[in-house]
């Protein structure tokens, strides 16, 4: 084989090889459990956001505009100005 005989062969083997890395996990795994999917609330809190629900409180009353703002929300707008007031006036 010439010189560029064997370049090409290279880099069709080493392209197949990469392709089967790259699809090899997705082709040997499962559907995801219940317990490996994502959880539909945060288990804390995230400071500046308040639109996040927390697991760690009761269930989230519902929001009306200019209404008074629920627990997880004062929480994690505590000291950062403005975030309640955005939290409380945005639909």
Do not use: H
């Not at 009761?58 to 000291?79: E, F, L, M, S, Y």
């Amino acid at each position: 084989m010439s010189g560029l005989g064997v370049r090409i062969a290279r880099v069709v083997v080493g392209t197949a090889a990469m392709t089967g890395l790259f699809l090899a996990p997705t082709v040997l795994a499962d559907d995801p459990t219940p317990r490996e999917q994502s959880a539909p609330c945060y288990p804390g809190i995230i400071p500046g956001n308040p639109w996040v629900k927390s697991c760690n409180f009761g269930p989230r009353p519902p929001r009306v505009r200019g209404g008074p703002p629920d627990q997880t929300a004062v929480i994690a707008c505590r000291d950062i100005p403005g975030c309640l007031s955005a939290f409380v006036n945005n639909p």
